[in-house]
């Protein structure tokens, strides 16, 4: 007999209001024309609520209210008494953690097993981090240096970690002395505003935090926007294309996180059951909606056939399904838009003569899904190879020695993430060492901390976020 | 079969950060209701009800096996009773009829430090009483030195004598220093013959982990691949509680597969996880918690 998993549904109950007005100065405020728009449940499809449209005077509006904010309130307080407001927020996103990361799997479809331990964690880890730095700053600088902070902050991010990722933006942005806009992504803005009311029961200052929600168009106006100091934005890469192109000659600010399509590359050596948990977490964490995914997996001709026998082996272990479910471990994908794209790129993929293999289980009949999947017998000019699928597919190429797996690891546009799997120690130093990316990880992969800088190479954008070097962008 | 170590090749490399993040996730998986009703009752079947202390008498024993064959109204009867060997012809008797097997230590447990000609002749012992199942203990003593042949040779000499009988091959895992070490004792002991191998013997402050059994469950599936064998897996100490004992059988399930799910091919050494297992079977059953009063302490 086999074990039955049952469903495990997690139980916490999270208030979701019928109707989410913009956080602007401390209050909450509908559009300019009173437009909204519903935000749904991608495993369900149903509409959770509906949401503010932020327009070019919203984003003004918020502009003003954090211009303001910070020569009333944050840029004349003392650094220790910022810091105080920093940790207020972050203990209240650990005090209501179930509930946050309820409302990140409903909203975003997402597993709760990864809301719960990875995003709603990290947030939290993120504000306490940068906390300790508020009144500390002049250290993150070389000696004899002072630091002060540019002012307003205009962020915008995606929705593959939505309140993860605003946390990444806003911890240090405050914590650095600036207030900040922050635009949440179009599907995605609850956790972003639940955020918002924590910062209001925080009482923080009315205006240092300010969340307008919407689509390209706030995005749009808060680059453009003259009052904005600092500009960073979390997305793809055409994004991020035109928003540094939208603000060349002004005197913004800029970091730019854009989009990967990382190498991980496993040697003969590695350690292979091992491997094959780090190419799983690689690449079928949050869907593969992770711009730092291992997507690319590079394996050595010679062991090739036993880690495809071996993957094809573990997705079927995987359990697809209601993201509220503890023993989910592949969610919904996160819209209807982001589920065509993948499979027009895997039907790209079998088109172009690669070989799909996909986990045997059923789906569920309602809500975006996606099974595990991996294509072998892939090349480089593939498309599914060159680009950023942003799912559960994996593509896998073979190389035969360590220049070929750094050369072929180097060869696009990206420069985000790459793991390297072997049992040597000096191999693994040499393969770190010639990788063009942001970040290695060496016989693990995606492995978060506050204190650990993370960023691209190349159109995988620039600046840092995380540690003391995700601190200086948003100092003077 | 082979015959000497050196036709045993390298075993593979492992990594202690993936290994222990895999072990992690086991623990995460949720059974409730009559999947976890379903989970206690194989957990129970695949209990080793142990005892073996010094102050062992015939009559504890013979306590023990009465709650072996029925721990608890409705409750299924557990794999066997483990008991050092001079104890195994009261097991014996106590247990006939009833399909419970009885298990006996032996090899000079648990330091496993003696002459091979002892520790066969404490083997034949327990089997002229009746055993049918054998926990040997390796010699770690040898293994670290690294004279693997002395380990491979005894559980093959073991094995010899025991035939048909089963044998559990306690690798003590504690002592051993690191997954690569158990990794390839897993190896040594499976290809010696071992039927089944076993992380510890409760005797030493580290017991049986969930990395640990993962990393000799990886050994088992690598000998199955290798040779079409299947053979089990048993962990020991330190499983006190329903929750681990579930994680254990989910870590199985995932890894091995079904086709490990009986007391046959897994085992969980206990004493003490067996009422918290009838605790626990029967709130599931009546929706209330119950009390240590209410479960008989033998």
Known sequence: MGLAYAPSLESTP???????????GGK???????????????ATEETLADVAVGTPADVDRAVRAARKAYEK???????????????????????????LAVLETKNGGKPIKESRDFDVVQAAAHFFYYAGWADKLDWALRAGRTAA????????????FPLLMAAWKIAPAIAAGNTIVLKPAETTPLTALALAKICEEADLPPGVVNIVTGDGLAGAALTAHPGVDKLAFTGSTEVGKIIARTIAGSNKRLTLELGGKAANIVFADAPLDQAIEGIVSGIYFNQGHVCCAGSRLLVQENVHDEVVERLRERIETLRIGNPLDKNTDIGAIN?????????ALVKSGIEEGATYVEQQCALPERGFFHRASFF????????????????????????????????????TPYGLSAGVWTDKGAKSMYVAQRLRAGVVWCSTFNQFDPSSPFGGYRESGFGREGGVAGLLPYLE | MLTSIREIGPSPPLDAVMLEARAAGFAKRSLKKAAKLAAIDLAIRCIDLTTLEGRDSPGRVRSLCAKAVAPAPGAPSVAAVCVYPNLVATAKEALAGSGVKVASVATAFPSGLSTLDVKLRDTQAALDAGADEIDMVIDRGAFLAGDEQTVFAEVAAVKRVCGDVHVKAILETGELG?????R?????????GADTIKTSTGKIGTNATLPTALAMAEAIRAFERRTGERRGLKVAGGVRNTKLAIAYLVLIDEVLGDAWLSPDYFRIGASALLDDLLLQREKEATGRYGSFDYVSKD
């Open chain 1, 149 to 160: 902070p540019l002012g307003v902050v205009g962020a915008i991010v995606p929705w593959n």
């Open chain 1, 376 to 411: 072998t017998g892939v090349s480089q000019t593939h498309r599914i190879a060159r680009e950023e699928i942003f799912g559960p597919v994996l593509s896998i190429l073979t190389f035969r020695t360590a220049d070929e797996a750094i050369e072929k690891a180097n060869n």
């Open chain 1, 28 to 42: 909450w405020v509908p559009s300019e024309d009173g437009a909204t728009f519903p935000t749904i449940d991608p």
């Open chain 2, 178 to 182: 690191s997954y690569d070490a158990i």
């Open chain 1, 335 to 343: 819209s209807r838009a982001q589920l065509d794209k993948i499979r």
């Open chain 1, 73 to 99: 309130y944050w840029k004349p307080m003392k650094p220790a008494d910022r810091a105080k407001y920093v940790y207020r927020i972050a203990r209240a996103i650990t005090e209501r953690s179930r509930e």
């Open chain 1, 14 to 24: 999270v208030e979701i209001a019928p109707r989410y007005e913009h956080f602007i």
């Open chain 2, 184 to 192: 390839r004792a897993s190896d040594i002991a499976l290809e010696a």
